[in-house]
């Protein structure tokens, strides 16, 4: 097994903590997130659509509920007798033309479901960017998911990160693949948009740490990684950690479709997918506030850590 994330983390385990619902662990954030909370001796609920015998294989000390949180019926079964809940659904993977209603419906579900079965707080996770100004469809939806989740009773605590990095991750295989697999790079003008990455272990750290915090219901936290860079910049320290020689040309086009296009002959995601989330590329992502850091004190890791910690734990799991 991995070393765990939280093995550190300033805040301690509550041990009269009722069950916790965590949604999308078949996800990225999800799936860490699960084996933290068992591990610090949680009892454990994971929702999952899909076939329940896999997930009982993979988490034997978790139940498991079958529900999609787009039909009310099944997400009011899984919320019962449910003290807090992780919401950590997307629909990204439904592509540009559909995500965005799915998405608003599981939350506005979500909410209703949670306020029936009297759920104490709701933990979610989504993304960061500047409310006043025009956001990407992707982010923009993520703001939606709250707005619809904080409308309820159940008190919600926000988390907005940007790029979650970490071997796995879809940022950190675009990034891998793209540096491993081209001589010359092209950047378009918003890879001059600024970044604040965070490491996986460290937004997991935050997921878990305000659990334990109960202050923190009802609250919005940005969370980032220790540095500010452009998306152009972390290309090319990613190149230089990796000791590739890499030739890099600004380039004049902006060009969202073709830069998806080709970024999804590269890497192993897909086209729709690379598409949602250039297209927030478009969107300035730092923290706008940084209040989680006197809660939760721990030092978040540096984009070359995270590079780092990445490739190895990339090395780790062949
Ligand atoms: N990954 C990042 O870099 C990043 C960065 C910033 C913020 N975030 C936020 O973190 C959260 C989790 O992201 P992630 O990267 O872990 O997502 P992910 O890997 O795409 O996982 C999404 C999860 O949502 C579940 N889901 C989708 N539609 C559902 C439905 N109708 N009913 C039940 N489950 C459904 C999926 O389950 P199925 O397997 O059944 O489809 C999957 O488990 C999101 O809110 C995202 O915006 C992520």
């Known amino acids: ?49 899909g076939d329940a015998e896999a997930y009982k294989r993979r988490w034997p000390n978790a139940e498991i509920v079958v529900a999609n949180a787009l039909d009310p019926e099944q997400v009011k079964t899984a919320l019962r007798d449910i003290e807090v809940a992780y919401y950590l659904i997307h629909s990204l993977n439904m592509g540009p033309k559909r995500f965005e209603s799915a998405d608003h419906q599981a939350a506005l579900n979500f909410k209703d479901a949670a306020e029936e079965n009297q759920v104490k707080r709701i933990i979610y996770l989504g993304g960061l960017g500047d409310v006043s100004s025009h956001l990407s469809h992707h982010l923009g939806s993520r703001i939606d998911t709250a707005i619809n989740l904080i409308m309820g009773k159940v008190p919600v605590t926000t988390l907005r990160a940007a790029v979650i990095f970490g071997s796995g991750g879809s940022s950190y295989e675009i990034i891998h693949h793209l540096v491993k697999k081209l ?136």
């Open 1 to 49: 097994m991995n070393e765990l994330f939280c093995k550190n983390l300033p805040t301690k385990p509550i041990p009269s903590m009722g069950k916790i619902l965590v949604t999308g662990v078949s996800g990225y954030v999800g799936g860490h997130l699960v084996v933290e909370l068992l591990a610090r001796g949680y009892q454990l609920r994971l929702m999952v659509r």
């Open 183 to 318: 001589p010359i790079l092209l950047p378009p003008p918003w890879a001059k948009n600024k970044c604040q990455p965070i490491a996986l272990r460290d937004l997991i750290k935050y997921l878990v740490g305000v659990l334990e915090v109960p202050e923190t219901a009802g609250g919005y936290y940005d969370v980032g990684g220790r540095d500010i860079l452009t998306y152009d910049e972390m290309l090319k320290d990613f190149a230089k950690i990796m000791n590739k020689k890499m030739l890099f040309i600004s380039s004049p086009f902006n060009a969202v479709s073709l830069y998806s296009y080709i970024s999804s002959l590269i890497t192993p995601l897909p086209y729709t997918l690379i598409r949602c989330l250039f297209e927030s590329l478009q969107n300035e992502t730092v923290c706008l506030e940084n209040s989680i850091r006197d809660i939760i004190p721990f030092q978040p890791l540096s984009y070359k850590e995270m590079i780092l910690e990445a490739i190895t734990e990339k090395k780790l799991s062949k």
